[in-house]
């Protein structure tokens, strides 16, 4: 009786396993075909170019929504890394003491999250709106709003350069998906955040050092947008203050839940938040091929958080 | 029986059956329910109750088989359809406004308004007060629903139901939160109800109660009907066998440990509002009960015990060594486990897979050179789930899929990997099957034979006196009595339970 059973086709099962990879082969077939610039060489390893900063803070945002919060201050915060490392670069012509500084300044502000979390008991959208402030005031204030342009080469060539014919940025961005991939699946740690965000009281219950882990997160998230600061920077040869204004976070938190994953935590993957990156560059990079306004693009990226959420509760609906 | 009453069937199943992916959870299942009558669902977790009442509340759509409303088939299968020929459902978690009245949650949502959508108050209020004054009960409209206990609450869902003109009232296990006496007061307006026509299909798991309030009974079992019988034919063993598919002529396994030494000494436990000098003992090989009312302060206690909430005062010695306990991990490590009474709210991670969550407490042994090993963690989980026979597509389904009986198990297998020296059970078995109950029972005699000290709370006087060696009975914080052998009876536990009449 059971073995018959199983071999029934089951579409939500299946779409939770593959449709968000159907969905990028549909997008990218669709796309090919509207715009032969589209599935060009050059324009792949345009859009793959652009995703890399939004992926590496979505690594961060990953920890952070399965363990059932959301870390509002990552753009910000990539913001004053990536300026205080170029700065530092600037000044001192130190590659790897700028590469320390940036880190350590994402790090700074993941310490601050976590505190505010996990000491005070504030609410982690809160908590990190706070932190959104302080880097951005911080950063703004110590620049003067100034860019610092003209950096060492040898730091630009961490934006910019390529080993072979695969570019840096994406190598430092598939280490940070590795790593990210590596905390999920492989360590306790991974499987207590899961629990946190799954179900919070049954986790303290087993044991599970709640704050602890949910430190953890911060910190991770922290780290993962001093990194996404520093390659930023470099890419644009400049330190620029301003770029945490652009809502970056915003960006990393939409890729990880077109990639599945839930808001209200202890459900999401790591391979899937790189598909819903990639999702969302090829969709900006072929609205911009086909010369589209940039309002009319948010109105898209909108409808198409939208549309993610929309299926993800259907699906976790039907399974019930 | 007599053929010649036509009797009046307000709700027919005909040759219903139901699958899931994995599992065929209704086969071929009939079922009649009569006008104005009491019947009573009896199985086992996963023997197909829920999926049952789920088709006649309008969530499934059967896959094969006719649902009958008083002689018409339905054939629109959602719940608000249903709702509207007259099926209510009411939930064994209810959800009242807790800080509206007792009208404002008759009404909610469907609040007589003016013109302008302002609500009619005094037309609510006396709305309320009718209905309630009409089908015989004495509540005030006005009340807060705060102040009500639960079965009355139960009542007010009820009353709500029929204000949408409800006929038939599906109650899923509505005993199972509530004490004895208000369970009582439950029985009686039930039958209040009764005999104004309305139909009521009621989940029990005690045998006591189908007795009490059934009128019919039919028992399930693996998706199939079994027997469906009027109460008073059919005797009590004979459901217990039926619903388990075997003779159940031990309820509760014998303790077949040797006591051995001094385990655990707990010393003069207190905090404020909730216990005071509480000191106990646990010997080794001991299943020791916790008896008591409800709100006691016997989990209280064991939380306390186990570091997941505070005490003011009191100290744990564990073989002769003081434990500083500050949170559960420090518990946990000395051997110390509490399951928790709420396995939904605090023993499991619902949308993790049955093998992460029995994982779970375990972690550390996994991590073997940097990476967790899924080889071992798969070898513990099958293990586990073959051992305590947990009924589960796989070890990959998640653990919010399986019925409440097999949930508990998972719960149990996450503890049991960690080889506890001393576990402590809140409730084990509340809400759970016969079968499972008996597995669970047996579990703890298993560890007492392994040499470990058992501690299990309970409200049930009859698995007290069945499975434990000795018990302490508290009530308003304090332990007030002990008994073991003889002494161990409902009649002097209640004693003590109600204050210690001694």
């Known amino acids: 009786m059971m073995g018959k059973e199983k071999t029934k086709f089951n579409l939500s099962e299946f779409y939770s396993k593959f449709g968000i990879i159907l969905i ?5 077939t669709i796309f090919s075909l509207a715009n032969r610039k589209f599935i060009s060489a050059n324009n792949i390893r345009n859009v793959i170019r652009q995703v890399v900063v939004i992926t590496i803070l979505a690594c961060g945002e990953q920890l952070m929504l399965i363990s059932g919060m959301v870390d509002l201050s990552a753009g910000t915060v990539m913001a004053f890394g990536g300026t205080l490392s170029a700065y530092c ?38 908590g990190t709106l706070a932190s959104m402030k302080m880097a951005s005031g911080a950063i703004m204030w110590y620049t003067n709003g100034k860019n610092k342009s003209n950096l060492d080469d040898a730091y630009t060539w961490l934006g910019q350069g390529y080993i072979g014919p695969i570019p840096v940025p994406v190598i430092i961005m598939a280490i940070a998906l590795l790593i990210t991939y590596y905390v999920l699946a492989w360590t306790p740690v991974g499987r207590n955040i899961y629990a946190v965000g799954g179900n919070l009281q049954a986790a303290k219950a087993t044991g599970i050092r709640v704050r602890n882990t949910q430190f953890f997160a911060c910190v991770f998230s922290g780290l993962c947008a001093g990194l996404a600061g520093i390659v930023l920077m470099a890419r644009l040869n400049s330190g620029q203050p301003s770029t945490g204004q652009a809502g970056m976070e915003m960006d990393a938190i939409t890729a990880v839940i077109v990639g599945g994953t839930s808001m209200s935590g202890g459900v999401g993957a790591i391979q899937n938040t790189i598909i819903g990156s990639l999702i969302i560059g090829i969709i900006k990079n072929f609205m911009n091929l086909q010369n589209i306004h940039s309002s009319i693009q948010d109105i898209v990226l909108g409808i198409l958080i939208c549309v993610a959420v929309i299926i993800d509760v259907q699906v976790r609906r039907s399974k019930v | 029986m007599e053929k010649e009453v036509k009797k009046d069937i307000v709700l027919e199943l005909t040759h219903v059956s139901k699958s899931f992916p994995g599992v065929k959870a209704l086969d071929d299942v009939s079922f009649q329910v009569e006008r104005g009558t009491v019947h009573v669902l009896a199985g086992e977790n996963g023997a197909g109750k829920s999926t049952l009442i789920k088709i006649i509340n309008g969530i499934y759509t059967a896959d094969e088989g006719d649902l009958i409303i008083e002689g018409e088939t339905i054939t629109t299968h959602n719940p608000r359809h249903m709702k509207s020929v007259g099926v209510a459902t009411i939930h064994q978690e209810l959800s009242p406004v807790l800080d509206l009245t007792v009208a404002e949650n008759i009404f909610l949502g469907e609040q007589p308004k003016t013109k302008l959508g302002s609500i009619r108050w005094k037309k609510m209020y006396d709305d309320a007060q009718k209905l309630i004054d009409g089908l015989g009960f004495q509540y005030d409209a006005k009340r807060l629903m705060r102040t009500m206990t639960t079965s009355d609450m139960q009542i007010i869902e009820i009353i709500k139901a029929i204000s949408v003109n409800a006929k038939i009232i599906i109650m899923d296990e509505p005993s199972s939160s509530i004490t004895e006496k208000e369970v009582k007061v439950l029985h009686e307006q039930i039958r209040k109800l009764k005999a104004q026509g309305i139909s009521f299909i009621y989940i029990s798991h005690k045998m006591d109660e189908i007795d009490q309030i059934g009128d019919m009974v039919t028992v399930l079992r693996d998706g199939k009907t079994i027997s469906s019988d ?10 217990i066998t039926r619903m388990v598919g075997r003779e159940m002529n031990n309820i509760y396994p014998k303790n077949e440990a040797v006591i051995g030494e001094k385990l655990l000494e707990v010393r003069n436990f207190s905090r404020k509002g909730n216990f005071s000098g509480v000191s106990f003992n646990l010997r080794a090989g001991e299943i020791l009960g916790m008896a008591g009312l409800v709100g006691a302060g016997r989990t209280e206690v064991c939380r306390a015990i186990f570091g997941l909430d505070d005490r003011e005062a009191g100290e744990v010695v564990y073989m002769g060594e003081k434990l500083d306990i500050r949170s559960a991990p420090d518990a946990i490590k000395a051997g110390i486990i509490y399951l928790s009474e709420d396995r939904k709210l605090e023993g499991l991670v619902l949308c993790r897979s049955v093998s992460e969550n029995i994982a779970l407490a375990n972690l550390r042994k996994y991590f073997r050179g940097g990476f967790l090993s899924r080889t071992l963690e798969t070898r513990d989980a099958s293990e586990m789930v073959t051992k305590l026979n947990v009924k589960t597509p796989s070890i990959k389904t998640s653990a919010g899929a399986l019925s409440g009986g097999n949930q508990q198990k998972l719960v149990i297998a996450k503890w049991l990997l960690r080889s506890p020296k001393i576990f402590i059970m809140d409730e084990p078995t509340r809400g759970i099957d016969v079968g499972a109950k008996y597995e669970i029972y047996k579990i703890m005699c298993d560890l007492a034979k392994q040499g470990a000290g058992v501690i299990m709370i309970s409200s049930e006087l009859p698995e007290i006196i069945g499975v434990c060696d000795r018990a302490l009975v508290m009530s308003g914080g304090k332990v007030t009595g002990e008994v073991s052998g003889e002494d161990m009876n409902q009649k002097k536990i209640m004693q003590f339970a109600v204050g210690g009449l001694e």
């Open chain 1, 24 to 28: 990028l082969l549909f997008m990218v």
């Open chain 1, 89 to 126: 670069v600037f000044a001192t012509q130190n590659v790897p003491l700028a590469i320390l500084v940036g880190l350590a300044g994402g790090l700074f502000f993941g310490v601050i999250n976590g505190a505010l979390i996990t000491i005070f008991s504030i609410p982690a959208f809160i």
């Open chain 2, 230 to 239: 009027p109460v008073g034919m059919i005797i009590k063993d004979q459901i």
